[in-house]
């Protein structure tokens, strides 16, 4: 057997007490199309990070063409043959699609001329990608889908022999990833290089690459052909299914969240769209929440891994709140599951006090329209952010002052807030310590993962200024506060629109759209 092009040998990574990557290994050799795929929060982005260069281990060793890496920046890892993309394509937006390939060229790819000389220019890099006819026209103006494609030039420009794929079929329709399938086996197939492809779409994946490793908890769980991981009872448990005794019920009513999106967004444009997206062997329906009765008649709202896009669904007891009389299943769900949210945020981690200041963005979501009326209850002066579309919502339901993101930077308007409370965290945490009065305090409760390692691992270390993210614990002792407060007007759970279970699709592209204020359920 081939010596492997990469190693990774007992690489582990912590973040302070946690333990996000235990003792991976993982070899790959010449010309392997190899998938990773696990459950979010399984450690495969981290992972990834470390194989690039992008993150040092804590412990373990990293190893290309036997050269020990560990430790080294992402350029070192490049100038030996390992090239990555990332999540959000990283692109020189102001620079023409063939000037971000020819920075590729000159500054990685210069060092590894004689790695693999198929492409003469920029030019032939973009051909090669169908983006021919992008090769003038600025990154910025491009389609999402095609800047992934540019940021894959950019990675074959640096001459790599290991490339490095992190989540490239996000975003796309049924068509781009068809496109995009077809691409990455045409890089192992002409270009001769060893691929690593990180996904979601995990039916795509598992019919493109010929080796899968799964990882859960931070280690790996299963590692061998495709056929035979998709058939192994602990990947179908850890994918498919909470895998614990609970309680059947019938799903009566589903929110469609917008973390659901990434994993339906090749589905979207199919007139017969298919929920399961993980294939026939490896089922995986999305949603993680539903309304319903159980088969003693209780009517209760649940929390789920998966499952919730359907009329049946399983969830663990810990997870199951009865719903009280006189409250239909859509409101449940906004009180019970979102209200329990914003409740924890100002009961058990902000504590804002009457008169502070707080910031909220997201703020005409189902969790941020209800912070806002919580803040204001509490006397607070609020400031919503969120798109155009929605300041007459937010400023119905009582916030003080509203942003349109599209428009202004809140962290750029000359305000000091008491209290920043992000719950789409879309950039780094360290933006908002200019907006934070003297004690001030940032919590993140939802977004990328950058600012959220931003504000877990450097936030407690910060005086003064306090970054945290907030981790909800759900308790069936609070719902009573919670549904007190819906009684006495406090709060008033706002549910947008609601849609069949056949028109899912129709509730996704709401979502998506961003014009949905409050709650959008399906009721099957």
Not at 22 to 51: C, Q, S, W, Y
Not at 106 to 123: E, K, L, N, P
Not at 235 to 263: F, K, M, Q, S, T
Not at 364 to 373: D, E, F, T
């Amino acid at each position: 057997m081939a010596d492997p092009l990469l190693s990774a040998r007992g690489v582990t990574v912590r973040f302070g007490g946690l333990l996000a990557v235990d003792e991976m290994a993982l070899d790959v050799r010449a010309r392997e199309l190899i998938g990773i795929i696990g459950p979010n929060g399984a450690g495969k982005t981290t992972f990834f990070h470390t194989l690039s260069g992008v993150l040092a281990p804590s412990a373990g060793r990293l190893l290309v063409h036997g050269h020990d890496l560990t430790g080294q920046a992402p350029h070192v890892f490049a100038a030996h043959g390992v090239a990555r993309t990332f999540q959000t394509p990283r692109v020189f937006r102001d620079m023409t699609a063939r000037a971000n390939v020819t920075f590729a060229l000159s500054f990685a790819g210069r060092r590894r001329r004689h790695a693999h000389d198929v492409f003469d220019d920029a030019r032939s890099i973009l051909r090669f990608l169908g983006l021919g006819d992008d090769a003038d026209r600025v990154a910025g103006a491009l389609t999402p889908s095609r800047q992934r494609l540019l940021e894959v030039g950019m990675a074959l420009g640096a001459r790599p022999e290991v490339l490095l794929l992190d989540e490239v079929a996000a975003g796309l329709t049924e068509r781009e990833l068809e496109t995009m399938v077809a691409l990455i086996r045409r890089v192992r197939d002409e270009l001769g290089l060893a691929v690593v492809w990180i996904e979601h779409a995990v039916r795509a994946l598992m019919g493109c690459v010929e080796r899968v490793v799964v990882l859960h908890q931070g280690r790996k769980l299963a590692d061998g052909p495709s056929a035979e991981v998709a058939r192994d009872p602990a990947v179908h448990e850890v994918l498919a299914a909470p895998g614990n005794p609970g309680i059947a019920e019938e799903a009566r009513c589903i929110p469609v969240a917008a973390d659901d999106l990434p994993g339906l967004v090749a589905l979207v444009e199919r007139e017969d769209v298919d929920l399961t997206v993980v294939g026939p062997e490896v089922p995986l329906v999305l949603g993680g929440e539903v309304a319903g009765t159980t088969p003693d008649g209780t009517r209760v709202v649940a929390l789920l891994r998966s499952g919730g896009y359907a009329e049946y669904a399983v969830a663990h007891e810990a997870t199951v709140f009865p719903i009280p009389d006189g409250v239909d299943d859509g409101t449940a769900l906004a009180l019970i599951i979102q209200g329990l949210t914003a409740w924890h945020l100002f009961r058990t981690s902000a504590k804002l006090a009457r008169g502070e200041s707080v910031v909220i963005v997201s703020g005409a979501g189902g969790v941020g329209s209800l912070a806002v009326q919580l803040a204001k209850a509490a006397g607070a002066e609020v400031t919503a952010v969120d798109n155009g579309t929605k300041q007459e919502f937010l400023r119905g339901i009582g916030a003080d002052h509203v942003v349109d993101y599209e428009r202004d930077d809140v962290t750029e308007l000359g305000g000091r807030y008491d209290l920043v409370l992000d719950l789409a965290a879309h950039r780094s945490a360290f933006t908002w310590r200019r907006v934070l009065a003297p004690e001030g305090r940032y919590l993140l409760v939802g977004g990328d993962v950058q600012p959220l390692l931003q504000a877990a691992v450097i936030g407690p270390a910060l005086r003064h200024r306090r970054l945290r993210v907030l981790a909800v614990r759900f308790r069936a002792e609070d719902v009573a506060p919670v549904l007190d407060l819906w009684s006495d007007g406090t709060l008033t759970p706002v549910i947008d629109a609601r849609f069949a279970l056949d028109d899912v699709v129709d509730a996704l592209r709401r979502v998506g759209k961003g014009s949905a204020c409050g709650k959008v359920v399906v009721l099957p």
